[in-house]
């Protein structure tokens, strides 16, 4: 079975640093578009960023353009965002996903989810 597992979730303070990690087993790690998506408390979940199995780097919301870095360690089939200079409106669950997909410019879903890790940042 597909298993992501997401971690590195926590309370930070406005202008912190968090780094997220998703370890995926049951699947082929270098044969999915991978992506985080993150879902705040009364929004819908939106993408924030997509890494395809070709190596090319989306970031679909602009306000974490600059801040946040999406990577991935093919090695150990972990993906990882790097957050930084976070800010409350960043307060969110953050999901990792596989086998991403886009339509009309969004990143709009994707075959497998992790359970989510939240993330808090206060003012």
């Known amino acids: 079975a597909v298993q992501l597992v997401e971690s590195g979730g926590g309370s930070v303070q406005a202008g912190g640093s968090l780094r997220l990690s998703c370890t995926a087993s049951?699947?082929?790690?270098?044969?999915?578009?991978m992506a985080w998506f993150r879902q705040a408390p009364g929004k819908e979940r939106e993408g924030v960023a997509l890494?395809?199995?070709?190596?090319?780097?989306?970031y679909f919301t602009d306000s974490v353009k600059g801040r946040f870095t999406i990577s991935r360690d093919m090695g150990t089939s972990t993906l990882y965002l790097q957050m930084s200079s976070l800010k409350p409106d960043d307060t969110a669950v953050y999901y990792c996903?596989?086998?991403?997909?886009?339509?009309?410019?969004?990143?709009?879903?994707?075959?497998?989810w992790g359970q989510g890790t939240q993330v808090t940042v206060s003012s």
């Open positions: 996903a596989a086998g991403a997909y886009t339509h009309n410019g969004r990143l709009l879903g994707a075959d497998y």
């Open positions: 049951g699947l082929s790690f270098d044969a999915h578009h």
């Open positions: 890494l395809t199995v070709d190596g090319v780097i989306t």
